[in-house]
């Protein structure tokens, strides 16, 4: 495993859509595993493979509940409403008021390829939405609420 750059705000890899994976290769696992000890590292809660410059649709989530790996992952289903500071490791020091679903169901492939299908509810909600817009090209500054501001010392809650 090693420690990938997380690229920030103003790459342009960010700004593009990945490509589906049709397959997990030895590379692909190895990313999967640099991905997750890049997040922990950052302390964030999660991470998006265009945010190590792989434009790939791969998403690893650990709010605490254990690591989550999401390929090919999308929204099937959202409810309720929750509104609150976000954060970004491709945007160091910043958050901004975003308001996401209060519930995701999203399905994808785990890192074996069988399909999953995963319910989140909180922090949970809010970490799919922000990563699979990252997979889009998205950031969360799009969303925001009122503008960006300075966070100081940062908790895992702000860092998505």
Do not use: W
Request: charged share 30%; proline share 4%.
């Amino acid at each position: 495993m090693a420690l990938r750059e997380i690229r920030v705000m103003g790459d342009p890899v960010l700004t593009k859509v990945c490509r589906e994976v049709t397959e997990v290769t030895p590379k692909i696992t190895e990313l999967i595993d640099d991905m997750f000890e890049t997040m922990y590292e950052a302390n964030g809660v999660g991470l998006a493979a265009p945010q190590v410059g792989i434009l790939k649709r791969i998403v690893v989530i650990d709010v605490g509940e254990g690591p989550i790996v999401l390929i090919n992952p999308k929204i099937v289903e959202t409810s309720g409403e929750q509104t609150g500071d976000e954060g970004c490791l491709s945007l160091p020091g910043k958050a901004g008021v975003v308001t996401r679903p209060n519930y995701v169901k999203v399905q994808a492939f785990d890192e074996d390829m069988n399909r999953i299908e995963l319910e989140g509810e909180e922090l949970l909600a809010r970490a799919f939405c922000h990563e699979i817009d990252h997979l889009d090209g998205h950031m969360y500054t799009e969303k925001v609420e009122g503008g960006l501001h300075d966070v100081g010392a940062v908790s895992d809650e702000d860092e998505e």
